[in-house]
């Protein structure tokens, strides 16, 4: 008795709205719509939602920036809105912090910089909720979330059990995670545990541009606060905010291709950019590949590619995603047919 009492009282402050647009829930800023929607702001909440919809199809939506919708949602959209972070556990070296799902990540970001909370710094800027960095394993300039994850709460769809995920269950690779394979569409994550660093930073400016910005702000012994805002000024100049220009950030992955096949390659193409990432491994900047075919600025109607980024697919203005989808299908045959590599999408095409 208690319980239903619990979740009707959790239901009766939700409102469910049908066929409700999904403009302003995607960063590529493509109107779709969504079946039915509802917007949860508790677990209580959530627990409630998905035992009162059981039978009901359901699309689990967080900030809605890795995705691409070519159609509307013929299904109940959740949109998971958990608010809150806070520190669980600390040492003299380590501090773990949690951070629900909801949260947007750059302002996560922020504050444990603000904090002097080491190791998210080099993803500052990175769009969308703290929620799905674990699905993608998202990264940038030389960290990924596999560097500092600790845990993440889940809950089962179908038995609305909480789980939690460990470091190892995650299967982290490349882009990957247990959530884009085996456990795919099982489990919502409610709430991402980091283990960051208190002292002796690990700060990391292996990758060039951000040395040559700090270069240019004659910063000798960077701060994280430094290498953020180094970041931040990096992505600033090469991406475009999606406020004001539908994106999705990097729409391709990096192609990882065996050094034997890459030898090949390289000898027809010898000024291929690579990095080696094993011994039998190498990857291939995807954004140099599609500069190289000649799409960087490139433009098909409202769809396009953006001037400063080749990686970036962008909506200016009124592009639907089966347009977008079409640009990026084309751009993957004419790197196959050119160079013989195919690229992968990193966004999540709906």
Do not use: C
């Given at each position: 008795?208690?319980?239903?009492?619990?979740?009707?009282?959790?239901?009766?402050?939700?409102?469910?709205?049908?066929?409700?647009?999904?403009?302003?829930?995607?960063?590529?800023?493509?109107?779709?719509?969504?079946?039915?929607?509802?917007?949860?702001?508790?677990?209580?909440?959530?627990?409630?939602?998905?035992?009162?919809?059981?039978?009901?199809?359901?699309?689990?939506?967080?900030?809605?920036?890795?995705?691409?919708?070519?159609?509307?949602?013929?299904?109940?959209?959740?949109?998971?809105?958990?608010?809150?972070?806070?520190?669980?556990?600390?040492?003299?070296?380590?501090?773990?912090?949690?951070?629900?799902?909801?949260?947007?990540?750059?302002?996560?970001?922020?504050?444990t910089i603000d904090q002097d909370f080491g190791g998210l710094e080099n993803m500052s800027l990175i769009p969308g909720n703290v929620g799905t960095t674990p699905v993608q394993n998202i990264g940038a300039y030389g960290t990924e979330i596999k560097d500092t994850f600790d845990s993440c709460n889940a809950i089962g769809i179908e038995n609305l059990k909480s789980r939690k995920f460990t470091k190892e269950d995650c299967r982290f690779g490349y882009r990957e995670s247990i959530f884009k394979n085996e456990v795919k569409n099982q489990y919502i994550i409610t709430s991402v545990v980091f283990k960051l660093t208190k002292r002796n930073h690990k700060i990391n400016?292996?990758?060039?541009?951000?040395?040559?910005?700090?270069?240019?702000?004659?910063?000798?012994?960077?701060?994280?606060?430094?290498?953020?805002?180094?970041?931040?000024?990096?992505?600033?100049?090469?991406?475009?905010?999606?406020?004001?220009?539908?994106?999705?950030?990097?729409?391709?992955?990096?192609?990882?291709?065996?050094?034997?096949?890459?030898?090949?390659?390289?000898?027809?193409?010898?000024?291929?950019?690579?990095?080696?990432?094993?011994?039998?491994?190498?990857?291939?900047?995807?954004?140099?590949?599609?500069?190289?075919?000649?799409?960087?600025?490139?433009?098909?109607?409202d769809a396009g590619i953006h001037k400063n980024q080749a990686l970036v697919l962008v909506n200016y203005g009124h592009a639907t995603g089966q347009e977008i989808l079409e640009v990026s299908k084309n751009i993957q045959k004419t790197i196959f047919d050119t160079f013989g590599i195919h690229i992968e999408a990193e966004v999540n095409v709906i």
């Open positions: 008795m208690n319980h239903e009492f619990n979740l009707k009282k959790a239901l009766s402050f939700m409102e469910i709205q049908n066929d409700f647009s999904l403009k302003n829930y995607n960063t590529f800023g493509i109107e779709a719509k969504a079946k039915r929607f509802i917007a949860v702001h508790t677990i209580a909440e959530l627990t409630a939602v998905l035992e009162q919809n059981k039978s009901d199809k359901k699309f689990i939506l967080g900030g809605g920036s890795n995705m691409l919708l070519t159609k509307d949602i013929d299904a109940m959209v959740i949109h998971i809105d958990l608010k809150g972070k806070k520190i669980i556990s600390e040492n003299e070296d380590h501090v773990w912090v949690e951070s629900q799902a909801g949260e947007n990540w750059h302002e996560f970001v922020l504050w400016t292996s990758y060039g541009d951000i040395l040559a910005e700090l270069e240019k702000n004659k910063i000798k012994e960077p701060s994280l606060k430094d290498v953020s805002n180094a970041v931040i000024a990096i992505r600033q100049s090469k991406l475009p905010d999606p406020k004001e220009l539908g994106n999705s950030g990097s729409f391709f992955k990096n192609p990882i291709l065996l050094k034997t096949d890459f030898e090949k390659i390289h000898h027809q193409f010898p000024e291929m950019k690579y990095y080696e990432v094993s011994e039998t491994e190498v990857k291939v900047p995807a954004g140099w590949l599609i500069e190289q075919a000649g799409f960087k600025g490139k433009r098909f109607g």
